[in-house]
C-alpha cells in the first residue's frame, strides 16, 4: 500500500501554538520518518510529545484550535488539506487510556468497525479480524466482550483496531502508562511483534522508557530515537544506541525514567550498566557502609493506629450500609451479626453470595510506618483498602482502629471544589490557617485560584493528596499513587510521604512501581492466591523469588541487582534516594507559575529533593 | 458472540430472531394506532394477546417478565387514578373530597390498559433484542446513518461502565465527608450534586476520547459494508403483516360489536 518513495511521515520545519499561551509547545521540528521505520520519541512532559502525535494525525489543528506554521505531509497527504478522518486510512492510533481505546460492545465488532468503514468487502472480513488478533497475542479475546477485558487485553485488542487497516503509521501514546507489569509486558511483546512485520511505520511516545525497554534495556526500544527538548525543540535525532547515551543526562535532569543503563550512567557518569565494575562501584558508595549507624537498628514506630483481624476482603458490596456504621467500627463482619443490626446488609450480602477476593489477612499498621501492598490487577489490593476505610463492609473478621484517609488512583473522583483553596479547605472551619500551610508544604501556593480539573496529572495528585494530609487522620491509605506519573513528580509523592509518616501517621499504599515501593516502604505485603503470601521487611521479600512468581512481581534490573547485593535495606534506600537527588528538582529552568495550566504543560515539583532524604 | 439485552441474556427464540427493526416498527404501529381508541375492550384485548405473544414465542423468564411489569403497572394505575377523579360527568361514588366519574373510570381504564398493550409489546422487543443487532438493523434497513448508530452504541458501552463509576465517585467523596454521630457519612442534594458533577466531567472526558477513537477508526469515510448483515426475510414481513392483521381484527370487531370508542369521548 505504501509506496517506499513517499515518506511515512514528514515535518518541515513545524511549530505549534495554542491560544493564550506564549510559548510554541512544538518549536521548529524537521523530521522525515520512512515507511516501515521503528522510531522513539521521548522528553520531559510538557516537551511536546503528544503535540508532535496530534500534529500528524491532523487533529491539530483540524480538531483542535491551535496555530501551526510549516508543512507536515503523512503518507504524501498534506495534513493541513486533508480531514482527520480522511487520514485514518493512513494512520492506526494506540491511545494512553485504555477505557476509551475500546469503541464497541464486542471485540470482533471492534475490529470489524474498521474494515467495515474502509469498504472491505464481508467476505474478507473474518479472515482479517483473526490475522490482526494473531499478529498482537490476542486470538483468544475474539469473542469476548470489551468490557470484560483488563487493561493489558483493551490494549491489545486496540492495537489490533490500529493495525488491521493496514496503515503506514502507526501513532502509539504512551500505550502502558496505565498498566501493571503484566500490561506492560503484553503490549510491548506485541508492539515488538507488529514491528518486526516492517509493514508499517512506528512512532512510539513514552515516558516510562526504563519499564517499557524492560529487561532488554536500549536494546529493547525501537532503532531511531528522537529526543524533544523542554522547549519544545527536537534535541537530538539519530540511533537509539548512540542517542540515549548522549541525552541521558540531560533527559534524567529533567526527571524522565530511563532504561537502566542510561540512567546509571545519567547519575553516575560510568557507561556499561549494571555488569560493569565502575558501576558496581559507585553504586556501593552510594549505599555506604553496611556497619554504619543505624543499619541494623530496628525501626521505631508508634502504637498500632488501624488494624484487619481475620480480614476477609470482598468487592461485591453495596457501600450503602457501611455508612451506617458508627466509627471507629469495631462491628464483626458476619452476615449473622450484621443482619441483626442492619437488615440491608443481611439481605444484599450473604456470605455466600460475595466472592471473596482475599481472606486471613492479619495486619497491624503503626504510627510512623509505611506499609506497601504488591500483587497483580484485580488480586483484591485496592478490595482491601476500600475495606480497611469501611467503604466496603468486610465479608469476615473486623477492623479496629480511627478512621483512615484514602487517596483514590484518579484525583478527580476526589474533587470537591472549585478552585485548589477551596479544596484543600473542605470540612475545615472558615479561615482555618492550615490551607495557606499545606498549600506551601506541598508546593501549590501558585495554583491555589486554579481549577483542580485543569491541572497536570502530576498537580492533580498533589492536590489529592493535600487535602487528604490537611486532616489530622492517624493513617493514610493510597491506591498507586505515582501512576503515570514522570520522575520527578514521582519523587515529589515520596517526599511527601514521608513527611507525612515523620508527623506520626501510619501509611499504607498499594503500588505497581516497586522502585518506589522500595524506596519508601518500611514493610511489604504481598498479596497472591487470595491471601497474604509474604510480610517484612522489602530487602527480604523481594529476594523470595518464589513469592514473587506467584504475585506475578518483575523486580526491574537495578532494583534486583541492589536488593541482591546490598546486605540492608537502609543501605538499598540511601542508593535510591542518591540517584534520585540526581534528578532536578526545579522544572527544566522555567519558573513554574508561567507555565500555562493545559493538561499538556509541564508537571512543576515545588518540592526540594533533599526533603526525600532517609527517615 | 452471546446476544445480552437491557433485561439479561437474549434467550434464543422465535421472537429473538427476528429483524429488530421489524419489531421497532410494530410496536410504533401499535403505539400510534392506539392513540386513536379511547375504549379499554380494545387495549385490553391487545394486551391479552401481547402477552400470549410473549408467553408463548419471546421464551422471557416469568420472573423478569413480572419484574418488567412493575413500572407499567405503577403508571397505569396513576393515569386511572387520576383520571376517575379528576374528569367531570355522571358521577358514580361521591365521598367528598372523593368523586368518581363513569367518563373517569372510562376513559381512565382505556389509558391504563393502553400503557399495558404498549408495555407488554415494549418487554417483548426489549427482552428479544441485542442493542448491537439492533443498531446495525437500523443501519442497514432504517437507513439511519453510520454516525449515529455507532455513536449510540459507544454511548451503550460507556453507559454500562457508569454505576461502577458511580459507586467509585461516592466512595471516592465519602471518605472526605465528615461523619454524623451514628457515624454515618450525610448524603444529601449537595453531595449528590458535587457526585453528578464529577460523573459528568469524568465522563464528558472519556466521551471526547471515544470520539477521537471512532474517528482514527475511520467512521464517516463515506460508503461502508456491513460485515454481518442482520437479516431481513419472510418470515419478518409475515410476522409484521400477521401483526397489523390482528390489529385490524380486533379493532372492527369490537367496532362491529358497537364497544369501540374514538377520541371524541374526551369531549
Redesign the interface.
Known sequence: MSDSVVPAVWFRDVSVRFPRQERAVLHGATLTIAAGEQVVVFGPSGAGKSTLLAAI?A?VPH?VVAEITGAVTVAGLDTLATE???L??H???L?Q?P????????V??EL???????????AE??DRIDAALDLVGAAGLR?R???SLSGGESQRV?LA??LI?RPDVLLLDEPTSMLDADGVRQVRDAVGAVARTGAVAVLLVEHRLDEYAGSRGVAGLPARCIVLGADGTITHDGPTASVLPAAAAQLHRAGCWLPCESELEAALGFSGGLAAPRVQRALRELAGDAADAGAHRAPEFGPVVLAGHDLAVSRDAA?RPV?????P?RRAGQPGQDARRDGTVGRAEGAGRRRVLVRGVDLELHAGEIVAVLGRNGAGKSSLL?TL?G?LAPAGGRVTGA?P??V?Q?P?????GNTVREEIA??LPDGSERVARVLAEHGLGHLADRSP?RLSGGQKRRVSLA??LVHDRPSLLADEPTLGLDRRATIATIAAFRRAARSGRGILLCSHDLRTVATLADRVLVVADGRIVADGPVVEVLRQGDVLARAGITVPPLLGWLVAELPSGTQLRRALDALDATVDAAAGGADPAARPGTDASADDAGLPAAAGRAR | ?SA?SALGAVIPSPLARRNPTVKLAILFIVSLVLLFVFDPVTPGLLYLLGLAAVLGFARIPVRTLLLAHLPFVGFALGILVVNALSRPGEVVIDLPPIRVTVEGLLVGSALALRTMAIGILSIGFIATTD??ALMTSLHQHARLS?RVT?AV??G??ML??LPREW?????????????RD????P?GIRAFG?AAF?LL??SLR?GE??S??????????????????VPLGPADWLLLAGTVGVLALVIAGVGTLGLGLGPGVLF
Open positions: 494525525t487533529v480538531s482527520v478522518v480522511e485514518s486510512r494512520l492506526g492510533v491511545p487510556d477505557d476509551s481505546a475500546v469503541c464497541l460492545p464486542g470482533a465488532q470489524a468497525f474498521v474494515l467495515e468503514n474502509r469498504a472491505v468487502p464481508p472480513i473474518a469473542d466482550q470489551t468490557g486496540a483496531a490500529a487497516g457501600p455508612r451506617r456504621r458508627p466509627w467500627f476500600l476505610a467503604l478512621r484517609g484514602l483514590f484518579n478527580e473522583h476526589q474533587f470537591l473542605v470540612e480539573y487535602a487528604m | 458472540m445480552v442493542p448491537v453510520a455507532f452504541l459507544a451503550y458501552r454500562q461502565q459507586q467509585v465517585i461516592r466512595q471516592a467523596q465519602s471518605v472526605r465527608a465528615p461523619l451514628n457515624g454515618a457519612t448524603f458535587r464529577t466531567v469524568v472519556r476520547r471515544m477521537q477513537s471512532l474517528e482514527s477508526r475511520g467512521l464517516g469515510l463515506g460508503a461502508r459494508t456491513v460485515w454481518r448483515p
